[in-house]
């Protein structure tokens, strides 16, 4: 990945530190912010599904990446704010998933 989003998460994080303090919950709620981006993913897929009849389609498949996107970033905050460098644990994560598929 570009060297730009390691840079930007490491960022969001000090800004994070830097606005609302390093405690437990602080933490928490950086963690917690995960499943708020997780239900905003799914609202764009069930805009995108029009799946409410009163809205309609209301999300695209961009809508629904772009969603996607925002959970993923928040998922590298919440690891550098765990004192974790997130690059380090996700090519663990990345190198685990590959050794499955190889089996």
Do not use: Y
């Amino acid at each position: 990945m570009d060297e730009s989003i390691w840079e930007a998460a490491r960022a969001s994080r000090s800004w994070l530190d830097n606005a609302n303090g390093t405690g437990q919950t602080e933490l928490t709620c950086r963690i917690l912010k995960l499943t708020e981006e997780a239900g905003e993913a799914s609202a764009a897929w069930i805009g995108l599904l029009g799946q409410n009849p009163r809205k309609g389609v209301t999300h695209t498949r961009d809508d629904v990446a772009a969603e996607l996107a925002d959970v993923a970033f928040t998922a590298l905050v919440a690891i550098e704010s765990l004192g974790l460098d997130a690059q380090t644990v996700l090519g663990a994560c990345a190198a685990k998933v590959r050794s499955r598929l190889a089996s």
